[in-house]
């Protein structure tokens, strides 16, 4: 089945909004065409529609009869997606539409990002507004803009835009979880500069050294798994290199996205040519190494050295020491556990990229914590590490955490309603990565009782992403029971 066939799919509105969503072009950072089709929406509907200085789109529908007097409920989902494609196909976010695929029980695209993360969430919305025969309170439609890249709407959300006291976000990815905390998180950016060492031995040989085949991961929901970091198991292999074979570093590039586990590592040193044989001897003990640590965890490690051309310039040999010592002093993985959520993470470290340039080495961290304390903790440990080993270090990217309220009374509302539709318990989660929710409820002045859910949806920001189709029909309908409910 192609795209236009998901209009078959039920329950109908849903598929018919979200098929609208896939026809126009929504990569993060192109939100004109997509926020005119949702304020043409409400308008269309005579309800009041309104669009802040950044773009976030709210439609407001009235409560129906018998609900005047309960709470307003802010319905919340994000209209960008990620625009990822695999790299045989011809396809321009810019301007194509994304031809879907039913595949059995689930809705892909055709080689690229589906655009279900958190399309499918703002098409419940858009059917939510339009459906005249439910019964449900004031209702406040928030559609935010650029969540994939900063989250920029959220952030951005004006005062007064919404005004309800209970939020549902629909940007949960598996169907029966309701999420009641997030993580915040903030960028910890570390730079070494220099004057190159230009002072190279012709004699001394120069070898490029290839970590690979490592899982990596997100490094947010996957941190708590244990898998290598590129980074500091590359940077272990240096300290013994650099400190007992008189090993030189020319260039190191290590990891690739600042949240996500780095999976690979390569550095170009020179070595003096008596050392040769001792160097490829270290290279293939620290792959048996590096797989004993990780075996069960880890099993594609590839760790090798191969011949180079002699590099023009050298970092610096108290620059390349300072680096090696504050890297393998950085802490990296977990920090803390919750203790109310056993087994959730509460703060966490990722080294996520360590890479140079001519006359720089620059370091990137994310720390996430659902603890404001605790993020600025950790955040001022490895300031205070990289300081000391003579480096700048710069913060950014800030966004804060979603702290979970285990006595939510719209929680304790919605895992009774589950129960009674489902005949099963749904599971209570507190996600150890970014939501919208903690920064919506930063930049409004009342306080929010927030939950959140959604269909299953896997393999999301990847061309593998895909929708389970019975679990979209379920999270509709257990939104409408939701509403009902709240009288």
Known sequence: MATAEILSL??????????????????????????KFVMDFGNALNLETKKDKVGNVVIKKPATKGYESAKTVILQSHLDMVPQKNS?????????????????????????????????????????????T???????????????????????????????????????EEDGELCIGCAGGRDVNVSFRFKPDTSIDEDDLAYKINLRGLKGGHSGVQIHLGRANANKLMNRFLKDVVGNYEGRISSIQGGSLRNAIPRESSVVLTIPPQLSDDLLDLVAEYERLFREDFAGIEDGISFKAEKTDLPKTLIPEEI???LINAVEGCPNGVISYLADFPGVVESSLNLALVQSTEESIEVKLLV????????????????????????????????????????????????????????????????????????????VEQKLDIVSFGPTITGAHSPDEAVKIDTVGNSYDYLIAILEKLK
């Open 10 to 35: 039920k329950p109908k509105s849903i598929w018919k909004h979200f098929h609208s969503l896939t026809q126009i072009p929504r990569p993060t950072g192109q939100m004109n065409e997509v926020t």
């Open 88 to 132: 045989d196909l011809s396809h321009d976010f810019a301007k194509d539409p994304i031809v879907t695929l039913v595949d059995g029980e689930w809705v892909k695209a055709q080689s690229t990002t589906l655009g279900a993360d958190n399309g499918i969430g703002c098409a419940m919305m858009l059917a939510l507004l339009e459906d005249e």
């Open 134 to 172: 439910l019964n449900h309170p004031a209702l406040e439609a928030l559609f935010t803009i650029d969540e994939e890249v900063g989250m920029d709407g959220a952030n951005g959300l004006e005062k007064g835009m919404v005004e309800g006291t209970l939020m549902l976000n629909l940007d949960t």
């Open 320 to 322: 390349q020491d300072d």
């Open 368 to 443: 996430r914590s659902s603890s404001e304390s605790r993020k600025e903790w950790v955040c001022s440990s490895v300031e205070s590490l990289f300081l000391l080993a003579g480096a700048k270090v710069e913060f950014d990217g800030d966004y804060p955490g979603w702290q979970p309220n285990a006595n939510s009374e719209l929680l304790n509302t919605m895992e009774r309603i589950y129960l009674e539709k489902f005949d099963q318990r749904p599971r209570v989660i507190v996600i150890h990565a970014g939501l919208e929710c903690g920064i919506i409820q930063s930049n």
